[in-house]
């Protein structure tokens, strides 16, 4: 079996930042709208009112400051509450495809790897932009990787730790010498914005990951990479409705109307939660103890990105007091839930002072369940 290692990592930040103030302000005119539209209604008791957002309950509630998206005057504009992007022609590269490539191309430059080194492709996200062709055989082929495959995969926020663990076990079997991982989240395309309970939550963002053998011969570019040894992945998941979508090809079939507010994402925030803290902290601390580590010894951990508190009461279950920043950095301040990028861009952004030796964990939650961990230890 080969070792496998992480070797670079790439980040494509979305053009375009809305703080919770702007948020505020376009929900809470939307929502002033609709209470004028429907004020018969109200009067009647036929309808409740929409309550208005507000910017302390925000930041309390999640941590989150603000977020980046593909398009933000859509968002923003309270007759429409979604993001506006332009349909391309087939033979243009595609949205998910151009925001792939760009953190691609940052992951292979850091690893000092080119195309020709590339075995197969992993376009791992919560959502595909299409069913077919692959979204991973376009991004392939965009990048002129001419040789292997790819692939889509999706676990929802999981999506990113559980590609890792396919192309680690590819790298390890020699079925590839190097796998490439993008994670391509256009969530502004399925939040709904017009729902003051999780408007507030997502971003957009791009991650890439290159896993190799850890035997590929260097290069004169590979020799400065740092590289991160996999000492082992565990992946898990439970059936749960808590944290759903329901859009799918099947809603024509059903009669089913587009727009209803179950084919976007729903959740029941304080139940997810509540049952998923305990089950990442114990599948950590189970997964360091196969691995004969304990959370004291683990220098960093790369948590899932999706609320503050969450990860907090994490931290605590795990060392039996508050992580610091330093011990479980946040990026969710600046770019909110993105969904499987989120545990990807903090190992990103910060990873590079830690010293030769050092282990952490990069782990996702999320939708499924799922959880997924990524023990490392840096060479
Ligand atoms: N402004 C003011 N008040 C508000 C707002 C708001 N924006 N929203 C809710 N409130 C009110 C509520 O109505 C409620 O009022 P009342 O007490 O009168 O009923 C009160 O504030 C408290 O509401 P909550 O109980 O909902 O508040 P919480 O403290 O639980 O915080 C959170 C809500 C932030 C959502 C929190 O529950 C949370 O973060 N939970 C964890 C969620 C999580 O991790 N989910 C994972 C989802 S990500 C994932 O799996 C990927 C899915 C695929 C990607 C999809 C992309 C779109």
Excluded at 83 to 98: G, I, M, V, Y
Excluded at 230 to 257: C, K, M, P, Y
Excluded at 309 to 334: C, F, K, W, Y
Excluded at 349 to 368: E, K, M, N, Q, T
């Amino acid at each position: 079996m080969n070792r496998v290692v992480i070797s670079g990592t790439g980040l494509f930040t979305a053009p375009h930042s809305i703080s919770n103030e702007e948020l505020v302000a376009s929900y809470n005119a939307f929502a002033a709208a609709e209470n004028a539209r429907n004020a018969d209604a109200i009067a009647r008791g036929e309808k409740t009112a929409l309550a208005p957002s507000s910017v302390e309950f925000i930041e309390k509630a999640s941590g989150i400051h603000r977020r980046y998206v593909m398009e933000k005057d859509g968002v923003l504009d309270p007759a429409r509450m979604r993001p506006r992007l332009a349909a391309r022609a087939d033979d243009e590269l595609s949205l998910q495809a151009e925001m792939a490539v760009a953190a691609a191309s940052e992951a292979l430059a850091a690893a000092g790897r080119t195309p020709a080194d590339i075995d197969a492709v992993i376009c791992a996200a919560s959502n595909m932009q299409r069913p077919y062709p692959a979204m991973a055989v376009e991004i392939q082929a965009a990048l002129g990787i001419t040789q292997g495959f790819g692939f889509d995969m999706n676990v929802a926020c999981s999506s990113a730790t559980f590609a890792i663990e396919q192309a680690v076990n590819a790298v390890r079997s020699g079925s590839a010498r190097a796998v490439l991982i993008v994670n391509p989240e256009i969530c502004s395309a399925h939040l709904a914005w017009q729902d003051r309970d999780c408007h507030f939550i997502f971003g957009d963002v791009c991650t890439a990951i290159v896993v190799e053998n850890a035997d590929l011969p260097a290069t004169e570019a590979s020799t400065g990479a740092a590289r991160w040894e996999v000492l082992g992945t565990q992946l898990a998941t439970r059936f749960s409705n808590n944290i759903r979508n329901n859009f799918g090809f099947l809603t024509r079939a059903e009669d089913g109307d587009f727009a209803a507010r179950d084919k976007l994402f729903v959740q029941e925030g304080r139940k997810v939660f509540k049952e998923v803290c305990p089950m990442a902290a114990e599948h950590i601390a189970a997964h360091l103890g196969k691995l004969g580590l304990a959370p004291a010894g683990v220098r960093r951990f790369w948590l899932h990105q999706a609320n503050l508190t969450m990860n907090q009461l994490i931290g605590r279950r795990l060392l039996g007091h508050e992580a610091s920043a330093d011990e479980a950095p946040v990026i969710l301040d600046e770019f909110a839930n993105t969904a499987s990028a989120g545990s990807i861009i903090a190992f990103h952004r910060h990873r590079a002072d830690l010293a030769s030796g050092d282990a952490g964990v990069i782990c996702s939650f999320g939708a499924g369940y799922s959880i997924g961990s990524v023990v490392v230890r840096k060479l």
